[in-house]
């Protein structure tokens, strides 16, 4: 049996019920840096001065009293180790079995106190972000503002160039004065998308079950007061739920469905469908009109690059740098394809989804 004591690999220490050590093995002798012969038959506490009043004491005096084991980690600070130990009772006394976890302990630690420093730089980059975000929105917000006012005066000193030449237009002036007023028309429609996009970033999301078929053909009624005469029709499935921010779907919707329709002007007639796949529960806006041009579908997983406002489609990309915007404010996906007649199609999917078919 001491033989087998000797050759684990584990502290061993007996002691009886007067507290007296019995037993001492190699492997105690080793982690303690202590002779058996200097410690056998003295009392366990005179040998361990720095353990009465420690973890070691409450465990040891318990395991001793109730006749259980005790199980835990502790601190022996005349050692400055750490110990993994296990106090078996008996009709004797106590066995103590231990091993020095000093070295995982303080990897432990570490690991502890770099998971708390990175927390630390990461609640400060996500502030700094939070600080650079709403500087950045309040300047996209002053710089729209203040570009109404000189905005609003091309726009009326055109209008007084025009009548002030009622008669005596020729043709270039004519195409210059409608280049100015188309001019001023673009630019006030990037205004509002970057006041748009600014709101989208800023505002608190308010979770319920949002009626994106309704929303739909609320978009629908708008863009049909503004080109009344335009040929088009517009499919949506019924009862399409989600779960997410009214006002923020909302602005999904617009801008989605806005910029398809836009995209499709120029077509004898625009067939537009709304809708939700059975498999996925993806929601799609697509162009289902024929004979269109190939167009190659933006990458709307490079929200920077939707920022880069460049000629004629420069609203456009504000309104899906705003529609991706509200995805991400989701958590969802967004993405765009081009469907087979070269139209455009975008899906998106949003997280905890409610929607159904009521």
């Not at 469905?257 to 499709?264: E, I, P």
């Amino acid at each position: 049996m001491l033989a087998t004591l000797d050759s684990l690999t584990d502290g061993f220490i007996t002691l009886d019920r007067g507290w007296r050590i019995t037993y001492f093995n190699p492997a105690a002798e080793a982690g303690l840096d202590m002779r058996s012969a200097d410690v056998l038959g003295r009392s366990f506490w005179d040998v361990f001065p720095g353990a009465p009043g420690t973890e070691f004491e409450e465990n040891y005096r318990a395991a001793m009293a109730q006749g259980e084991v005790r199980r835990f980690d502790a601190l022996y600070p005349p050692l400055n180790r750490w110990y993994r130990v296990s106090a078996f009772p008996s009709e004797q006394g106590i066995a103590l079995s231990f091993a020095d976890i000093t070295a995982s302990h303080e990897a432990h630690q570490q690991l502890l106190d770099m998971n708390t420093e990175l927390e630390r730089r990461v609640r400060e980059r996500t502030e700094e972000l939070r600080r650079t975000n709403d500087e950045l929105a309040a300047f996209t917000l002053a710089v729209a503002h203040e570009l109404r006012e000189p905005l609003a005066g091309i726009a009326g000193f055109s209008r007084a160039v025009e009548e002030r030449l009622a008669g005596r237009q020729d043709q270039k002036t004519r195409h210059f004065l409608s280049r100015i007023r188309a001019g001023v028309t673009r630019m006030e429609g990037l205004m509002d998308a970057l006041l748009e996009l600014a709101h989208v970033g800023r505002a608190p999301l308010e979770r319920r079950r949002v009626n994106l078929t309704a929303l739909v053909e609320c978009t629908v009624e708008i863009l049909r007061t503004q080109e009344p005469g335009r040929d088009a029709r517009v499919d949506v499935a019924p009862d399409l739920f989600a779960e997410g921010d009214a006002r923020l779907l909302r602005t999904l919707v617009e801008n989605l469905l806005g910029t398809v329709w836009r995209a499709s002007a120029g077509q004898p007639r625009t067939v537009i469908c709304v809708g939700r796949r059975d498999e996925d529960g993806v929601f799609y806006v697509r162009d289902n009109s024929a004979d269109q041009l190939p167009v190659p579908a933006p990458d709307l997983s490079r929200p920077h690059e939707l920022l880069r406002v460049d000629g004629e489609a420069g609203g456009d990309r504000l309104a899906l740098a705003s529609a991706r915007r509200v995805i991400d404010r989701h958590g969802g996906s967004i993405w765009a394809e081009t469907t087979a007649e070269g139209g455009q199609m975008f899906c998106f999917a949003l997280p905890s989804e409610v929607s159904s078919r009521a």
